[in-house]
């Protein structure tokens, strides 16, 4: 008996829960797709980001549900317009690593202010996209933790 309180116990456990345990699939588009099919692909898939990838198929950008109304917006013709043109880029993508703690990974949700982070590997060419961690994935947690009853 360690003498810890249960709130001690489930503080212990959250605390290491890892990415790699909770990611999801990623849906990914190339730089090259055009808005319309962007959109046609979160509908297909059910998400509400999308992560860019280039030659190689490495990390290059990412799509929001806003991104693409923004550029929806006064735009004639979706088929004409590359997503590479109106997705947020590289350097300024907040990734993580599937062995970073999900609770760093659920912070920096909150501070950047934003719905979903690549999972990515780090390979020669760039970033392998891996896996997603969203909003979702972080609510899912939530209530696992008190229908499982983990302690
Ligand atoms: P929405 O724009 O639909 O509210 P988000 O809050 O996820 O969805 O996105 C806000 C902005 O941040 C968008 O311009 C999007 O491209 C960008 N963004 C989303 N995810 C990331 C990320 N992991 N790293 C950097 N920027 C991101």
Redesign the pocket.
């Known amino acids: 008996y360690t003498g810890k309180t249960g709130s001690e116990l489930l503080t212990e456990k959250i605390s290491k829960f890892k990415v790699h345990e909770y990611q999801s699939v990623p849906i990914v588009v190339k730089e090259d797709a055009s808005v319309y099919d962007a959109i046609s692909t979160m509908f297909l898939e059910d998400v509400g ?1 999308l992560f860019v990838v280039g030659e190689h198929a490495c990390l290059t950008g ?6 693409l109304l923004r550029a929806s917006i006064g735009t004639q013709d979706l088929n004409a317009v590359p997503v590479h043109i109106i ?2 880029r590289m350097p ?3 990734v993580c690593r599937k062995e970073d703690l999900l609770l760093d990974v659920a912070s920096k949700l909150i501070t ?7 999972v990515v590997k780090d390979t020669d060419l760039g970033l392998e996209v891996v896996g997603r961690i969203t909003k979702t994935t972080i609510t899912k947690v939530f209530v696992e933790l008190i229908t499982d009853n983990h302690i």
């Open positions: 980001t990412v799509l929001s549900r806003k991104d997705m947020t300024n993508i907040t950047k202010q934003i719905d979903g982070i690549p």
